[in-house]
């Protein structure tokens, strides 16, 4: 789900960017209180501002987003949520990263990060065929 929202983000992001590059009158258009004083005197458009509330809003949502998948593909990855990472705790995990990665997404994993649908996990979500390492 990240990485769909991540890339329609930047698609969005392009857009608007590329819109604002044709349609804004001076490079003080992209300054908020700018483009608003540039609205409310008529020398562009209320579009024009709504379409750089709409940049901002968009990276700030990029930001999030990537910031969000960064942690859930560590966790996926470690095997470990971001809180016990921080604390050092660690229960169970694979031998390797792909035998985590394989738990979270499932058989055929590499075609969902393509294509998301759903199968069940290889265990009952209680039970995992796990060795144990403490640290």
Not at 4 to 29: C, D, G, H, I, K
Not at 84 to 94: A, L, P, W
Not at 98 to 124: A, C, E, K, Q, T
């Amino acid at each position: 789900m990240c990485l769909w929202l991540l890339a329609s983000q930047l698609t969005a992001f392009y857009w608007e960017l590329s819109y604002a590059a044709r349609e804004f009158v001076n490079p003080w258009s992209y300054v908020p209180l700018t483009a608003m004083w540039q609205s409310v005197t008529g020398v562009q458009s209320w579009f024009n501002f709504l379409i750089l509330a709409g940049i901002y809003s968009t990276l700030v949502n990029i930001l999030m987003v990537g910031f969000y998948l960064f942690m859930e593909s560590y966790a996926a990855l470690s095997n470990q949520t971001f809180y016990e990472g921080m604390r050092g705790i660690k229960k169970y995990t694979h031998d390797n990263w792909r035998s985590n990665v394989h738990d979270v997404y499932g058989s055929y994993m590499w075609i969902r990060w393509l294509v998301p649908f759903y199968s069940p996990p290889p265990s009952d979500g209680y039970t995992w065929n796990v060795s144990r390492h403490h640290r």
